[in-house]
């Protein structure tokens, strides 16, 4: 069974920093994997996917790398702001009885101080 | 282009009492899902589709059905309500390449549902 972990499930960071969010999983044979943003009370909104023949995928101040055979991905947010506060979920895919079940981490929940 | 919406937004039933959810996408998406998400538990699949009139079990499936006759729509049912099913339940959709089986599954959300079952 696959199984996804994130860590820290908090973090507290000053404006301008730059930061790291850890996603790992258990089993290395995936599709893809994908990071989300949610905002309290909101739904997901997709930052970054990364197919499994890719190793990193970047999108303005974020770059997303994957590691299949360590089982680990990381998103790294640059210059961080206030904005970027919100619960950051990883999710990946597999083949399950022929279609891609997702799983998903539970999240790291991040507070950017201004 | 609205993406993924759920109706209703809120939800407060008694036990015992039944409601559906629905899920609309204007994507043409084939794949549909829904999840329900907790606290300290993730998101969970509930059910899925992989196409109209299709429809099969995910990993929390007790207490709920789905239909899916439109490509559009898919519902979620709620025939008797526990106080256990009190949480937010999210609908999301995909393109899937079932030839290939390797590409996309970019899932979209929708809002959510929070549904209170006292």
């Known amino acids: 069974k696959q199984e996804v972990t994130q860590i820290p499930a908090a973090l507290s960071v000053p404006e301008g920093e730059n930061l790291v969010l850890n996603c790992s999983f258990t089993?290395?044979?995936?599709?893809?994997l994908q990071w989300f943003r949610q905002d309290p009370g909101k739904g997901l909104t997709s930052l970054l996917l990364i197919q499994s023949s890719q190793r990193e995928q970047t999108s303005g101040r974020l770059n997303a790398s994957l590691d299949k055979s360590s089982g680990r991905s990381t998103l790294y947010i640059a210059a961080s702001q206030p904005g970027d506060s919100a619960t950051y979920l990883c999710?990946?895919?597999?083949?399950?009885?022929?279609?891609?079940?997702?799983?998903f981490g539970t999240g790291t929940k991040l507070q950017v101080i201004p | 282009n609205a993406g993924v919406t759920q109706t209703p937004k809120f939800r407060v039933l008694k036990t015992g009492q039944s409601m559906t959810l629905l899920c609309a996408q204007d994507m043409n998406h084939e794949y549909m899902y829904w999840y329900r998400q907790d606290p300290g538990m993730g998101l969970r699949l509930i059910h899925y589709s992989v196409g109209e009139g299709t429809t099969a079990k995910g990993e929390v499936p007790d207490g709920y059905n789905v239909s899916r006759l439109k490509k559009q729509n898919f519902l979620l049912g709620l025939e008797s309500a526990a106080p256990s099913q009190t949480s937010v339940y999210f609908c999301?959709?995909?393109?899937?390449?079932?030839?290939?089986?390797?590409?996309?599954?970019?899932?979209?959300f929708g809002p959510g549902t929070r549904l209170t079952v006292l």
């Open positions: 999710a990946v895919s597999l083949n399950s009885g022929g279609y891609q079940k997702v799983t």
């Open positions: 089993d290395s044979a995936i599709y893809n």
């Open positions: 999301a959709s995909s393109y899937q390449d079932r030839a290939a089986f390797s590409s996309y599954n970019e899932q979209f």
